[in-house]
Structure formats: structure tokens, C-alpha cells
């Protein structure tokens, strides 16, 4: 087996190397729109498929992402293809017939009436495109009076994140503060520290260790 020290040292991963630093920030850039909650899940299929191209044009290997795209049978995949019918930017090219795409329509606990699909048709058609990634969440706050019913499953559908980082990250965050030392935290002030942590700058930075147990 060739020892770490040898394959860092051998031209092959010398020239990979070299390819991916081309498009390390690039890469860097998608993956931390991915673990971005605040953006709508109508972005995401944009920013996989612009990683395998980042990966594809430097002749770097991207299988396992490759694989992921195409396979046909994966629910995320088809739900983060089809939730950019929710994006009034390509909603034109996603409804057909006057219907929502199948793997949209199998999260619905009622029928959307179908005079709200066809309204929200033309209100995207003329729709004047923005640049901010958060005007989908815009486009149906503005339409939730005229389009109850589709504005509340396009809500609910764009706020799925793309990866569980922001989930991982409670939980680290919940280990800090849930300390030996603080174990008579109730709920309540558990709850209220966890909110305090997660919304102040730089939370990564938060030493509960040497917090006293006087709650």
C-alpha cells in the first residue's frame, strides 16, 4: 500500500491538486450556499449541477456526485429538480398542463385548486426576474392573499433545507452548553440559551465549560 507521504509527493496528485485549486473557491462558493438555510431549496439543483460542471471542466473525478444527479429513483433528486416550479423564473418550463410536477404533488395533504396554478402561470409569466436569491420567498408572501393554498405548499417546500449542517451544528452547540456542570438547566432555560447562541455572532465561540451551575 503506498504510504500517505508517497502518493501526496506523486505527480497524479500533484496535477489534481493544481486542477482543484482552479476551482476551489468556486466550490467552496456552492457548498456554502448548500448549507445556507435561508436559501430557497429552488436553488439547489443549480448548484449541484454547477459543482459536477466545476468538477467535469478540470478533469477532476465526480462519480459519486454524477451518480447522485442522475439517479432517477432518489426522491431528493426528483423533489430538488421539480421545487424550482417554485421559482416564478422557471415555472413557464416546469407546469405542464396545468399541473404541478408529481413529486410536488404526492407532499400535498389536499388537492391545489387548479385556478391557483393557472393564475400563478400568468403572474409568472410577467414576472420581472430578480438577482436576489431570496425572491422566491418574496414572489409568495406578495401572492398569499390571491394564492392561499399553492403559496402555502411553495412556503413550505422552498424552507426544506439542502444538508442537515445547520442540524449538526445544534447539536454540537447543544453539547457545549448542556454541560456536566449545567446539568439543572430546565427546558425552558435550556431552550433560551440554545436561541441566545444560535443568534449572536460568532456562536461558534460560545465556552459553556467554565460556566458556573447557577440556574
Not at 448549507?35 to 439547489?44: C, K, Q, R
Request: with cysteine.
Amino acid at each position: 500500500m503506498m504510504k500517505l507521504k508517497d502518493l501526496l509527493e506523486s505527480p497524479e496528485m500533484a496535477s489534481q491538486l493544481e486542477r482543484l485549486s482552479k476551482v476551489y473557491e468556486s466550490l467552496r462558493a456552492s457548498i456554502l450556499q448548500l448549507e445556507n438555510d435561508h436559501m430557497p431549496a429552488s436553488s439547489v439543483w443549480l448548484n449541484l449541477q454547477t459543482m459536477q460542471e466545476l468538477l467535469k471542466c478540470c478533469g477532476l473525478p465526480c462519480e459519486k456526485l454524477k451518480m447522485y444527479l442522475e439517479e432517477k429513483q432518489h426522491t431528493a433528486v426528483a423533489f430538488w429538480k421539480d421545487v424550482q416550479v417554485f421559482d416564478p423564473r422557471k415555472a413557464k418550463n416546469l407546469i405542464q398542463n396545468h399541473q404541478l410536477p408529481s413529486s410536488i404533488l404526492s407532499l400535498c395533504n389536499s388537492k391545489v385548486p387548479q385556478r391557483e396554478i393557472i393564475k400563478y402561470e400568468l403572474i409568472a409569466s410577467e414576472y420581472i426576474p430578480e438577482r436576489d436569491s431570496k425572491a422566491p420567498f418574496r414572489f409568495w408572501n406578495k401572492y398569499a392573499t390571491e394564492l392561499p393554498q399553492l403559496s402555502t405548499l411553495a412556503l413550505a417546500c422552498l424552507s426544506v433545507p439542502a444538508s442537515s449542517a445547520s442540524i449538526e451544528r445544534s447539536f454540537s452547540l447543544l453539547k457545549r452548553i448542556f454541560t456536566r456542570l449545567r446539568t439543572s438547566l430546565t427546558d425552558e432555560n435550556l431552550e433560551i440559551n440554545l436561541k441566545v447562541s444560535f443568534n449572536k455572532q460568532g456562536n461558534s465561540d460560545v465556552d459553556c465549560e467554565t460556566e458556573s451551575d447557577d440556574e
